[in-house]
């Protein structure tokens, strides 16, 4: 290569490094949920008392329910693998894959139902008080037809 143009390509390519931006940045932040209400509308309040978070991994079997419960308390979860159906007594129902976040029904009875072929995975942080229940169980008869 001459001397000549040697310092031509140096200065191309020290150039080109000097404008190129990282590909992976050291932190990277995804919005994954952000909201006021529940999925069914309703505004998320908080208990009083002294706080209390817990955090769950709840996984549900391929053709399994729940049964009948309800959430005192602001849940917010993210369903890592499979596919969830969700029914209120009213009969409406949300479907959620996975990979979907959604804040959970609060003091609303509902039934969570797999209705995928693997397990239904689901990470699930509840914003309550001391002492109380993440979940409590309520008889119920079949939802209303919708």
Same mark, same amino acid.
């Given at each position: 290569?001459?001397? =000549?143009? &040697?310092? !031509?390509?140096?200065?191309?390519? +020290?150039?080109?490094?000097? $404008?190129?931006?990282?590909?992976?940045?050291p932190i990277k932040v995804t919005p994954?949920?952000?909201?006021?209400?529940?999925?069914?509308?309703?505004?998320?309040?908080?208990?009083?008392?002294?706080?209390?978070?817990?955090?769950?991994?709840?996984?549900?079997?391929?053709?399994?329910?729940?049964?009948?419960?309800?959430?005192?308390? =602001?849940? &917010?979860? !993210?369903?890592?693998?499979?596919? +969830?159906?969700?029914?209120? $007594?009213?009969?409406?129902?949300?479907?959620?894959?996975?990979?979907?976040?959604?804040?959970?029904?609060v003091n609303t009875a509902h039934n969570?139902?797999?209705?995928?072929?693997?397990?239904?995975?689901?990470?699930?942080?509840?914003?309550?008080?001391?002492?109380?229940?993440?979940?409590?169980?309520?008889?119920?008869?079949?939802?209303?037809?919708?």
């Open positions: 290569m001459s001397k =000549p143009f &040697f310092p !031509l390509v140096a200065a191309f390519v +020290l150039s080109a490094c000097a $404008t190129t931006t990282p590909t992976n940045p994954m949920i952000k909201s006021s209400h529940t999925w069914d509308g309703k505004a998320i309040a908080y208990p009083n008392g002294t706080a209390e978070v817990t955090g769950l991994l709840i996984e549900i079997a391929p053709d399994a329910e729940t049964g009948w419960h309800y959430h005192p308390m =602001p849940s &917010f979860e !993210l369903l890592i693998e499979g596919t +969830l159906e969700v029914t209120l $007594t009213d009969g409406t129902k949300k479907r959620i894959e996975a990979g979907e976040t959604f804040f959970e029904v969570g139902k797999n209705i995928g072929t693997v397990p239904a995975k689901i990470l699930a942080f509840y914003a309550g008080t001391v002492n109380m229940p993440v979940s409590v169980k309520v008889p119920l008869a079949a939802p209303a037809s919708k």
